[in-house]
């Protein structure tokens, strides 16, 4: 552990010079909290205030954020799984149920619908109630009915139970508003985008767990085994901590001192002298209108439109995977197509070896989180996104080509790998732009955007698909390059900048 914690540091110390300007982000009226404990040297440290963000970068990255590092990665773990098993039980369905494309494509919009209604209930949820007690529900309650819905007698009751898993998925990007807040802005991005390896170890897991369950128990075992690791996250969130950042935004300086003070010793490392500043504001917290006021609205709507991208490509990529290993290349899809063969006619169940090619494609996130991970401190968060998109729609286009079905993986891998690291930079960014008071309902929002990029997409993937192939694919590359094209829009670079606790703190650096 103490060699996870040493990597970190030296990686992030390489851009320490960059951080000088962004020092002072936090000019904010406040007061003098006196909750905290003074120690024997009060008369030397009268007057003397420190900032939770002076004490987070003081205390540094440590044991502390390596045991968070892994809990909230394992709350990653487990929803990814619940995700990547759309693209699996769709064509399970398929075989089993004798589905049209019509019914697989609803498997996977009412999810994401579910998430849609929920992504800004639980964003107002947390910055109300904590986020603590918000993701320990929100976890529980996608078990149950992940779990539940295993036991599903027909197609009704199938959609209604994952519609409900969606809603309670919906809260999970709440996690990583927990899990940043608590980061020193130098390991903050790299910390970020290390933990959602979870996502893509989850996802492989998935795979990995269809390869051994489907063949000899089918789909029904395969929905109840994927929803285990969510109920193991629930029982370790004992130790989650609730954010001092929240508790100050509360009025509760005392609690989010003992927060710090637990930081101080599991790191051994001391506290800044003095009391905790208390940031006064008046203003109420997670209103959706500041979203829309005149500071943030552009970088709001690109953001919007950025989020409903990554979530379009990003999900439309895993549904055309398993499609294409059903149909085979776009040619032999154009030509059925063309003859007016029914789908029923020409697809295939998936077989072991299509699972084992699946997980060659699904693979190809670790490439792409370690990519990201060494341009988005050297680059910038904008420009990662841009080359992220970039070449993600470069590799889809290239799917239209009448290839071998080697070659289709290869482009699938490449166009998997870049939109993965699309996707954590926007969560990256995403938090480092809105200050404490709206972050998880700036984060919420953009959440729901991507639900509805997720909603549709099935309706390219899975039933464009089969009437247009070369449209379809087509699709799927324009929105990744206008994406691109709107991440070098975004009017404010947070490569650097503290976390902010309060509107008037608000000191973007614009380029």
């Not at 968060?381 to 289709?408: H, P, Q, W, Y």
């Amino acid at each position: 552990m103490n060699s996870i914690i040493r990597y970190v540091r030296s990686r992030a110390s390489k851009q320490h010079d960059d951080l000088t300007p962004y020092a002072n982000l936090e000019n904010t009226p406040s007061v003098i909290g006196s909750s905290l404990d003074v120690s024997q040297n009060e008369s030397a440290n009268q007057g003397q205030t420190y900032t939770i963000d002076s004490a987070v970068e003081k205390m540094g990255f440590g044991i502390f954020q390596v045991k968070l590092s892994i809990l909230t990665g394992l709350a990653w773990m487990a929803d990814a799984m619940e995700m990547m098993i759309l693209s699996i039980l769709g064509p399970a369905l398929h075989c089993d149920w004798l589905l049209n494309e019509w019914q697989k494509a609803l498997i996977t919009t009412v999810v994401f619908c579910g998430m849609m209604v929920s992504g800004t209930m639980w964003g107002k949820l947390c910055d109300s109630y904590g986020r603590k007690a918000c993701l320990i529900l929100c976890t529980l309650f996608t078990f149950y009915f992940g779990a539940l819905s295993s036991f599903a007698p027909v197609f009704v009751w199938l959609l209604i139970l994952r519609g409900l898993v969606g809603f309670g998925i919906g809260g999970s990007p709440q996690s990583v508003t927990l899990y940043a807040e608590f980061l020193p802005s130098k390991q903050r991005a790299r910390c970020v985008v290390l933990t959602n390896l979870f996502w893509s170890v989850g996802a492989c897991l998935e795979v990995l767990l269809a390869i051994l369950v489907m063949p000899s128990l089918g789909w029904r075992w395969l929905l109840a085994f994927s929803s285990l690791p969510l109920l193991i996250f629930a029982v370790f969130c004992s130790w989650l901590p609730e954010s001092a950042r929240y508790h100050l935004a509360s009025v509760r300086s005392d609690l989010a001192e003992e927060t710090l003070k637990r930081i101080s010793q599991e790191n051994k490392m001391p506290l800044p002298q003095g009391s905790l500043k208390i940031v006064k504001s008046d203003s109420k917290r997670g209103q959706f209108a500041d979203l829309l006021s005149d500071e943030h609205r552009v970088t709001t709507l690109i953001l919007w439109f950025i989020w409903f991208a990554n979530a379009f490509c990003y999900y439309g990529i895993v549904l055309l995977t398993t499609e294409m290993f059903q149909i085979g290349n776009a040619c032999q899809a154009s030509e059925a197509s063309k003859q007016n063969i029914e789908p029923f006619c020409y697809l295939r169940c998936l077989q072991t070896k299509d699972y084992i090619d699946l997980l060659y494609t699904t693979v190809s996130e670790f490439p792409g989180l370690f990519i990201t991970i060494t341009i988005i401190e050297l680059l910038g968060r904008k420009k990662t996104m841009a080359i992220d998109f970039g070449v993600f729609s470069v590799f889809v286009f290239l799917i239209n080509i009448c290839v071998e079905r080697s070659v289709m993986i290869m482009f699938l891998f490449v166009a998997r790998c870049f939109i993965s690291g699309g996707f954590q930079a926007a969560y990256v960014y995403t938090p480092e732009y809105y200050p404490t008071v709206n972050r998880a309902v700036g984060l919420g929002t953009c959440s729901t955007m991507a639900r509805i990029g997720a909603i549709i997409t099935p309706f390219i993937a899975q039933v464009l698909l089969k009437v247009s192939p070369y449209l379809a694919i087509s699709i799927y590359a324009i929105v990744g390059l206008l994406a691109s094209v709107a991440s070098m829009l975004l009017p404010v670079e947070t490569k650097g900048r503290q976390l902010e606790d309060a509107e008037t703190a608000y000191d973007p650096v614009v380029h």
